[in-house]
Each structure stands twice: as structure tokens, then as C-alpha cells.
């Protein structure tokens, strides 16, 4: 048996990991780590160590003192900025005698700073929406006038490092946009990109020295709370679906050696269609699963577990297929303080009543 630590403990993109891993049959000892006690007194992990945010400067020391004391075999982290920081300390780690399975730190540096993303993908011919990068009121107005869709609108976001949408904003309303950079304090740190439509997928994928381990699709239906923000997204999916797209595959795989030419680890692709029906990458969640990842380990495929065995055993898995393995049209359906729900689409009628009209 192996000792593993997972960052962010009691978050639900850490927990989906954790709960994946406890259904090894190795019967592995998962321990969590995480910055908010709150969250990681509700974690399934064995025992739960308080660390600082990733940025303070007490978060190193903590780090290495957690690891020699508890000596690990592994450590996983499932936040961008934890991520970056674990990954300037990966020697350090590693002198604790913990494993990290991770890219390089320039592959990271790429992928949680968007707009670096963006520029590789223009470069290499990936099919991207236009960006252009905010310093200052002339770069907006200048976004406006060369981006705006038909209604005038252009999608504002931050392309510093975090998730959930973050500073997501489609807008026409230029005053408005100037109040939201300053909001941020952003300049210099959003982007303005031309709109895509509501659609979006996921390509989860488990990479080992450029090679393909693994890999699934997922679209995402609908936002958790979406209509309590001004972009419609969370980042927090409310509903999601497997599903297989031959184009879809072919994008991803792109984006991916685009920014890595040996790719190594953990690469998810988010995907936005546009209005001619191709997905663009829009950011790359690098080094980390996505929060819905349970929903896999229920249907069949346990990335987490694979990944674990591949970075402590060198164990690879058997599969049938590599690439979306398990079947179309299973949905995940989840919602606060409930339970989440796997079904398959032609299940959905027989779970509901519908009375019909009273008229």
C-alpha cells in the first residue's frame, strides 16, 4: 500500500480525485491537504493537514514539513495556482522522496496564463477566436471595434491564473467593460476575444512521456447557478454528458502538442463551438482533473486510479479503447447538497412525472 496526498482536500475538484482513488482495490492510505478548514473537515481523506494559500510565504515550509513527516509516496495538487507554486518546489519535493506526476513548469506557465495559450495555439494553425490583449483603454476600444459580433458584443476575461470563469464577461457596453477592468485592477491582465456560442466540451486526458494514455470527452449541458452571474458560466458543471466527435479528438490532440510537443501528465482541453460548429480550445486545465471526474470513475473509467498507478507502479491500463472508451450518452447530474446522479439520456423520462397542461 502507498501513502497519496491531494491538495485542496473538501474542495469538490480534489474530493472527485479522492473518492476515485479510494476505490482502489490496493487499498492506498489518501491523505488531504487544504487552505480552507472548513472545506477539509468535510473531505473523505484519512487525515487533513490546514496549509496557507499557495502565494503566502509560509506555504513552502508547511509544504516539505507535511511531506517529511507524513512521507508520501505522491503528492496531487487540483488548483492552478497551488499547481504553478508546487511546481517551482518540484525539486524539493522530490528530495523528500515524493513523487509529483507533472509537466514541465514551462508547459504550465503556458497553460494557466491564457493568453500565452492563445498566442501558441495562433502560431501552430489551431483554429482559435481572435484575441487581443487589454493594456489599456485603446487596446478596449480597439477590441470593440475589431471583435464585436453583430450585436456589438466581444467576451472579456481575465487570462491571469484561476478557473470558474474567471472576470468572465460578454459585453457591447464599452463604459461598462472600462468598470470591469478597473474592477479587477486587469489591465495588462485580461483579453477581449471575439464571441463563440453557449456550446462547450471537455477532453479529459492522462498523458506519459508523449504518449496517449487515455482520453474522454464530455460535454457540458449547463452551468451550477449559471444564471446568477452576468456570463452564464461557473465553472461548476451542472449537468454533463459523454459523447464522441472524431473533430473534437483531432482539436484537442492539436492544442495539446501545440504547447507541448511531449506531453506528460494530466491535460484538459476546454472547447467552445463556434458559430460554424468547430471547437476552439480555450484554455488548457493543466496537471489537474476536472471537478466532474467522479462522473467517470462511476461509469467505468477511473482516471485518478490510473493516474496513480502509472506515476507510483508504472502500471498502464488495459483498454479497449483509448480514446472515449466509455459509452455516448451517460449523463451526470448534479445540483447542491445532493447526491450526484449517473443515468443514461433514454433513462431520463423514466425517472419524471409530467401531469401535462391543466388546460
Known amino acids: 500500500m502507498a501513502k497519496v496526498i491531494i491538495a485542496g482536500a473538501g474542495g469538490a475538484p480534489s474530493e472527485g480525485v479522492i473518492r476515485s482513488m479510494l476505490r482502489c482495490e490496493r487499498g492506498d492510505t489518501i491523505l488531504g491537504m487544504g487552505s480552507e478548514p472548513t472545506d477539509l473537515a468535510l473531505s473523505a481523506a484519512e487525515r487533513r493537514y490546514v496549509v496557507p494559500y499557495a502565494e503566502a510565504p509560509e506555504y513552502r515550509g508547511r509544504l516539505l514539513q507535511i511531506l517529511k513527516t507524513e512521507k508520501p509516496e505522491l503528492i496531487h495538487f487540483q488548483n492552478d495556482l497551488e499547481i504553478y507554486s508546487a511546481s517551482l518546489l518540484r525539486s524539493e519535493i522530490a528530495s523528500c522522496g515524493v513523487r509529483t506526476y507533472m509537466p514541465s513548469h514551462q508547459t504550465i506557465d503556458i497553460c494557466v496564463h491564457k493568453h500565452l495559450s492563445y498566442l501558441r ?23 470593440f471595434e475589431q471583435l464585436g459580433d453583430q450585436s456589438g458584443r466581444i467576451w472579456l476575461r ?108 494530466i491535460f484538459g482541453v476546454d472547447m467552445t463551438y463556434d458559430t460554424q460548429g468547430i471547437p476552439n480550445p480555450t484554455e488548457i486545465n493543466i496537471s489537474r482533473f476536472f471537478t466532474t471526474i467522479l462522473f467517470f470513475t462511476e461509469a467505468g473509467l477511473n482516471m485518478p486510479k490510473i ?7 508504472n502500471e498502464f491500463p488495459v483498454l479497449e479503447k483509448r480514446i472515449n472508451p466509455l459509452p455516448e450518452g451517460l449523463l451526470w447530474l448534479r445540483g447542491m447538497d445532493t447526491t450526484p446522479k449517473l443515468v443514461a439520456e433514454a433513462e431520463m423520462n423514466g425517472l419524471l412525472i409530467d401531469l401535462g397542461s391543466n388546460e
Not at 501552430?124 to 478596449?140: E, K
Request: with cysteine; net charge neutral.
Open 158 to 265: 481575465a487570462t491571469s491564473i484561476g478557473g470558474g470563469g474567471k472576470g468572465a464577461l460578454p459585453t457591447a457596453d464599452f463604459d461598462f467593460a472600462r468598470a470591469w477592468i478597473d474592477h479587477y485592477r486587469g489591465w495588462g491582465q485580461f483579453s477581449a476575444a471575439s464571441m463563440l456560442t453557449p456550446d462547450s466540451v471537455t477532453w479529459q486526458s492522462i498523458w506519459h512521456e508523449g504518449e496517449l494514455v487515455v482520453a474522454q470527452t464530455r460535454k457540458r449541458l449547463g452551468w451550477t447557478h449559471g444564471n446568477r452571474t452576468l456570463s452564464g458560466v461557473t465553472g461548476v458543471t451542472k449537468v454533463g454528458q459523454t459523447c464522441s466527435d472524431h473533430e473534437v479528438d483531432r482539436v484537442a490532440m492539436d492544442s495539446i502538442l501545440a504547447i507541448d510537443a511531449k506531453p506528460h501528465g
Open 121 to 143: 495555439w495562433r502560431a501552430a494553425g489551431v483554429r482559435v477566436p481572435d484575441n487581443i490583449l487589454i493594456q489599456d483603454a485603446t487596446d478596449l476600444r480597439k477590441a
Open 307 to 313: 493516474f496513480k498507478d502509472i506515476a507510483l507502479h
